[in-house]
């Protein structure tokens, strides 16, 4: 056996040891020099960040101490939740110095409680994902299967074109044509009436976006034609599964309800995942409150409270407060049952603080102005909501002014009758002044949650409709100029316009008393606000139609202050 070529290294002789010993003596004495400083610089960085990190504790102390004189000026309800809030923070504070001192930076305390919120509600629902494909598929809704499934390892997949249309082509009783094509091969399409393609329209399609249905006499024609495709029982069975999800039925019911789960599930976890592109706007006033309103919606005349505690169960998923309870207030934008729903969900947070300008807004959806409602209706609404809440709503009831004082008293006391309160006198309500602060404080709610311009219009006029004077007028101005500018602009321009589409008859007068204060110097600020909105809004379209609307409105109640306000924003009058 041959030597192996790696044999033991060349020992150094004396002579070079000895040639070469002073320098590695100066080497190594270099090295401890340095170590030794090093060792000196350590300590004064540390003697330094000890020093901080003292001072910042000091500070914060004093930053406490100073909130917690300021907070006590509030109202009792809310001092001991304020004042506990600041305490517990100041003992983070405090437990986060002392582990940077100690030096355990890697300690769970580090992380803000936030991010740990953020990091377990990710986990959450990305866990709920596998549950919910698991039960559409056995639910036996017309998807594919692989699409589903695909689902479970790519959430981001839900918003790519094909899943897209795979979702529309479910809510419609659709199919894809490459999908049937596939499956099925082009002879299938004998079976099926293309919905896409339109001679005028939309003459020449691309294959992957053209959706088909299935003809009406289906089952006569695959009968009468067997052999023209080659899995004739696998198309039977789609088409089965297509007119189930479609029927009345409580299966295509709990069908739904899984893909509204699975789609408010998808869609949340993809607005945490991608927060600095997404708009906050966007996922939580408009895609997540139809999904709760279908969710909850089914058809029937009244409101189940599984389903309610089910969106409830969705809706404590979304990490922020101001968050949920956006969605909670665009629910029901259309009115009627879904209106009751946004109320309902309302008084089940535990944001309510006040919950009398709610139950007023309640009282004045529920109590038609043309005839008494049935108390047992009313009591079956009213069950939905905390017992706690009923005393409250039945006072408002007895202090409406949408129906005669005997009636709402009467309506009132066969409400409290029905809800099981105990048999006292019914409070007087609440007095006129105490409801004009309750209602325009509910405005001003609006205004600060965003709820749209119309949404916002609608309550203003409806409170002027209600009691016209000079009074309510300037309060109206006062809101409208605490909030943001273009919020006002866009309430001056939908103010004159009843729904119907005529003109509301105390519009002018309103408008003509905005316009005065718009231009007065005691509301300089104001002015200032809108005219540099405004002038932004110019620059980048000069025919937006708010800002032309808002101008020509103006002109149309006071001539000179148009032009003033063209002026200043640098435009020509209209």
């Not at 006590?72 to 001192?101: F, Q, T």
């Not at 709990?254 to 966007?282: C, G, M, R």
């Not at 006071?558 to 640098?570: E, N, P, Q, R, T």
């Amino acid at each position: 056996m041959s030597q192996t070529e790696n044999g033991p290294g060349q020992s150094a002789s004396l002579e070079e040891i000895q040639r070469n010993w002073h320098d590695l003596v100066l080497r190594v004495e270099q090295l401890e020099t340095g170590c030794a400083g090093l060792e000196l610089e350590n300590k004064a960085l540390r003697q330094l960040l000890e020093r901080v990190i003292e001072h910042r504790k000091k500070s914060h102390g004093e930053l406490v101490t100073i909130l917690t004189t300021l907070v006590s000026k509030l109202p009792i309800n809310d001092l001991g939740v304020v004042v506990a809030r600041l305490v517990e923070h100041s003992n983070l504070v405090n437990e986060i110095s002392a582990a940077l001192v100690g030096g355990r930076s890697d300690d769970a305390v580090l992380q803000p409680a936030l991010l740990k919120s953020l990091d377990k509600t990710r986990r959450d629902l990305t866990a709920a994902i596998k549950p919910l494909v698991e039960e559409l598929l056995q639910l036996e809704a017309p998807f594919e299967a692989g699409l589903l499934q695909g689902l479970i390892a790519q959430p981001e997949s839900f918003f790519a074109p094909t899943v897209a249309r795979a979702n529309r082509c479910f809510v419609k009783g659709q199919v894809p044509r490459d999908r049937i094509v596939r499956e099925f091969g082009d002879a299938a399409l004998f079976f099926f009436k293309d919905l896409t393609t339109d001679v005028k329209h939309n003459p020449r399609p691309k294959p992957e976006e053209i959706v088909l249905a299935f003809v009406g006499d289906f089952e006569a024609q695959l009968a009468q034609n067997p052999g023209v495709i080659a899995k004739p029982a696998e198309l039977l069975e789609l088409h089965r599964k297509v007119g189930q999800s479609r029927a009345a039925t409580s299966a295509a019911r709990a069908q739904k309800n899984a893909f509204l789960k699975l789609s408010f599930v998808l869609e949340l976890l993809h607005y945490y995942e991608n927060q600095s592109t997404e708009s906050p706007d966007v996922i939580f006033a408009q895609r997540l409150p139809p999904l709760i309103e279908q969710l909850v919606i089914t058809g029937d005349d009244k409101l189940d409270e599984k389903l309610i505690q089910l969106a409830e169960s969705l809706l404590a998923h979304i990490i922020g407060p101001d968050h949920r309870q956006a969605v909670i207030n665009n629910v029901g934008k259309a009115g009627g049952l879904a209106k009751t729903l946004r109320f309902v969900l309302t008084f089940r947070t535990d944001r309510v603080t006040d919950p009398v300008p709610v139950a007023i807004e309640f009282v004045k959806h529920l109590v038609p102005a043309d005839k008494v409602p049935s108390p047992a209706a009313l009591a079956t609404v009213f069950r939905l909501i905390p017992a706690a809440q009923h005393r409250r709503i039945v006072e408002v009831i007895t202090a409406s002014e949408r129906l005669r004082k005997n009636d709402a008293e009467a309506l009132g006391r066969a409400v409290a009758k029905e809800l099981g309160l105990p048999d006292q006198p019914v409070a007087a309500g609440v007095s006129p002044e105490r409801e004009q602060q309750l209602v325009w404080d509910r405005i001003k709610e609006l205004i600060v949650s965003r709820a749209s311009p119309a949404e916002i219009t609608a309550v203003i006029r409806t409170r002027l409709h209600a009691k016209y004077d000079a009074d309510e007028v300037k309060i109206s101005w006062l809101t409208l100029a605490e909030s943001d500018p273009m919020t006002l602009v866009r309430v001056f321009c939908l103010l004159p316009y009843l729904p119907d589409g005529q003109t509301d008859p105390v519009a002018r007068a309103v408008l003509e008393a905005y316009a005065n204060r718009l231009t007065h110097e005691k509301y300089a600020a104001t002015y200032l606000k809108v005219v540099g909105a405004l002038k932004n809004l110019y620059k980048v379209k000069s025919d937006s139609p708010a800002l032309v609307n808002f101008v020509t409105l103006v002109k149309w109640v006071d001539a000179d202050s148009a032009a003033k306000l063209a002026s200043d924003i640098g435009m020509p009058l209209p």
